[in-house]
């Protein structure tokens, strides 16, 4: 069965540093990998998504992730944090062709300034 | 990409009631997904629904408790029965968009508070 794991819960950073949030994924082909952040209050919104192809895929907001499959991760990165990224942060896989997606358990991130 | 109206957006119910939550697509889709984010959790999938055929429940779901239809393939709606506080949790569909730009797109989620 599919499982994502985001192994940090919170995350502080200072405003205008780099920022990384690790995903790792358990899935037997390759799955479909996205990035959702939801603000407190608010719905899910696509960062950005990766079925194939280059392995470092960019999304809004400055977002950017890289596809590892030695590492079964994928994970997200900001070269500098505005303190607008507060919010909490969902990996998650599916298969496509009609199926689920399953979450990690997100990651929240505090901005500091 | 798809487009999805979800109500109520919110809502107060007594424990014992029983909720109907409604999301209208604007485009036709084959599934349906609903999922559950308790506080302070991350989305657990409720059900698959699929036109024409009954629900599809993960484990620890039950079709008495949250009974779903899916009339046609632009509708879907999810009750909550006999509500308890536990309940108490943010509902969310989605569906898989197979468009241009291929993802999941989700509703903007009820949240329910059960008293």
């Known amino acids: 069965a599919q499982s994502v794991t985001q192994p940090d819960i919170h995350i502080t950073v200072s405003e205008g540093a780099s920022l990384e949030l690790r995903c790792n994924y358990s899935y037997g082909a390759t799955p479909y990998l996205f990035w959702y952040v939801q603000s407190p209050g608010q719905g899910l919104q696509l960062l950005l998504k990766y079925f194939s192809g280059d392995t470092l895929v960019q999304g809004i907001k400055g977002f950017e992730a890289e596809f590892k499959r030695s590492q079964s991760s994928f994970n997200l990165r900001k070269p500098s944090v505005h303190w607008s990224d507060a919010a909490e942060y969902f990996c998650?896989?599916?298969?496509?062709?009609?199926?689920?997606?399953?979450f990690g358990a997100g990651t929240i991130l505090r901005v500091k300034s | 990409s798809a487009v999805i109206s979800q109500k109520p957006s919110r809502d107060i119910c007594q424990r014992g009631t029983s909720l109907t939550i409604q999301c209208q697509v604007d485009?036709?889709?084959?599934?349906m997904f609903w999922y559950r984010q308790q506080p302070g959790q991350s989305l657990t999938l409720i059900a698959t629904a699929n036109q024409g055929s009954e629900a599809t429940y993960e484990s620890g779901f039950v079709i008495d408790k949250f009974p779903i239809s899916r009339p046609n393939l632009t509708f879907s709606t999810l009750t909550v029965s006999n509500m308890s506080p536990e309940d108490s949790s943010i509902y969310l569909c989605?569906?898989?968009?197979?468009?241009?730009?291929?993802?999941?797109?989700f509703g903007s989620g009820t949240r329910l508070t059960v008293v």
């Open positions: 998650a896989v599916g298969e496509g062709n009609g199926n689920k997606l399953v």
């Open positions: 989605s569906v898989e968009d197979r468009g241009r730009d291929y993802g999941y797109t």
């Open positions: 485009s036709q889709v084959t599934m």
